[in-house]
């Protein structure tokens, strides 16, 4: 996926929006009374035509959520999402099949989320029973599944196997071969790679970058190790208690953070030009505040090392790299109307440097 960082992909409409998603949870009381848990607290992004869209953030942040509520497995409080334009919580019966068809999703546990009972084969090929239209005969089945196999670096003969037979590298093959069964057009991955040791890591991401050029499908990228979002990313949205705090091209976000949040993730992940990384790591003040009962004003204030009294009176709004005194340098390629690659910030005080000069350091 590297090789999309030196190609176009704001010439295309974006193809999947997500506009002002709320979800809520109804859970226990808190100590304050509050039982309503808000996981996403107005999300927006956009995911463009073969596109790979990282989602960054910490555990509890919202990521699964998010991505759950896009296979429509969680419905929205409120908000809208559209691929194409079309709002697959206002479709029913053949329209919503033909919209769960084009987004499908790879999970992070390649060991839980494979049936232990059935074959490599009858998983790939399950969602056929479903989508009845898609191939007719058992012939067209077969040889489909066949492509499947070979397309993600498996045998014909492997269909007959379980999954037990398989190492972890090659079940998750076989949940990318299910996921690309019906041909869709994104496909969420939420840590697809993170129970897999390194070299077998390196063969899965390098199977979905070949996917990808071959196949133009777009990818949300969720995981919770920066070097391989930087690798494998074009663009990159970093959450922060249910809400998306900074987005940007890859680069941008990783060399030049704007969010005082982003700044100490990226200070603790290693860089590729070792002159760009901060002398000292930012360390960050506390635990993340609870949901159900987020801080006023700036939801990272609890823990942010630039905080001022402004920042708990007032919730910032997004604010652009110019906004804060950078010297935004032109890309023509990546500035086309169509794909938001605009930098932004939800901070009262993005930073105007790529490291803050007074922050809390080791
Ligand atoms: N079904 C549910 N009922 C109640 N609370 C939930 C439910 N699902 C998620 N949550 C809460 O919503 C918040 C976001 O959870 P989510 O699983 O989306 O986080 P995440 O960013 O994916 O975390 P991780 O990196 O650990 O996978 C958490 O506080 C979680 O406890
Ligand atoms: S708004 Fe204030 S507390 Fe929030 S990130 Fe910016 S400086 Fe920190
Ligand atoms: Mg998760």
Not at 63 to 69: I, P, Q, V
Not at 154 to 159: I, T, V
Not at 164 to 192: C, K, M, T, V, Y
Not at 265 to 273: G, N
Request: aromatic share 4%.
């Amino acid at each position: 996926m590297t090789a999309l960082l030196d190609r176009t992909v704001a010439d295309r409409p974006a193809a999947l929006e997500v506009r002002d998603v709320v979800k809520t949870f109804h859970v226990s009381r808190s100590a304050s009374g509050n039982n309503r848990l808000r996981a996403l607290d107005g999300i927006n992004l956009s995911v463009g035509r073969g596109e790979t869209l990282g989602l960054v953030g910490e555990s509890g942040c919202g990521k699964s959520t998010l991505a759950r509520t896009l296979m429509l497995l969680e419905k929205p409080d409120s908000g809208s999402v559209t691929f194409d334009g079309q709002d697959p919580f206002s479709l029913k019966g053949k329209d919503l099949l033909s919209w769960r068809r084009r987004v499908q999703m790879v999970f992070q546990d390649p060991f839980a989320s494979l049936n232990a009972r059935m074959t490599a084969g009858d998983i790939i090929s399950e969602p056929w029973a479903t989508h009845r239209g898609l191939h007719r005969t058992s012939r067209e089945r077969e040889a489909r599944l066949a492509e499947l196999l070979q397309l993600v670096g498996l045998r014909a003969s492997d269909a007959r196997k379980s999954p037990q037979e398989f190492s972890g590298g090659q079940r998750q093959r076989i949940g990318i071969a299910r996921a690309l069964a019906l041909n869709p057009e994104l496909i969420i991955l939420d840590e697809p790679v993170s129970a897999l040791d390194l070299s077998v890591q390196a063969q899965v991401l390098n199977l979905l970058n070949d996917l990808q050029q071959q196949l133009g499908v777009s990818y949300i990228f969720i995981s919770h190790d920066l070097s391989v979002v930087r690798h494998v990313t074009d663009r990159v949205a970093v959450m922060y208690l249910g809400r998306i705090i900074e987005t940007g091209t890859t680069e941008d976000v990783f060399e030049r953070p704007l969010h005082p949040y982003t700044a100490a993730l990226m200070s603790a992940s290693p860089k590729l030009d070792p002159a760009a990384r901060p002398a000292e790591r930012i360390v960050l003040k506390g635990e993340l505040p609870s949901p159900l009962d987020p801080p006023s004003g700036c939801r990272f204030r609890t823990r942010c090392w630039k905080a001022q009294d402004i920042c708990a009176a007032e919730a910032p709004r997004k604010r652009t790299a110019a906004e804060a005194g950078r010297t935004v340098l032109p890309m023509p390629a990546l500035r086309r109307p169509g794909l938001p690659v605009e930098h932004l910030a939800e901070c009262h005080f993005p930073l105007a440097v790529p490291a803050g000069p007074d922050a809390a350091r080791e």
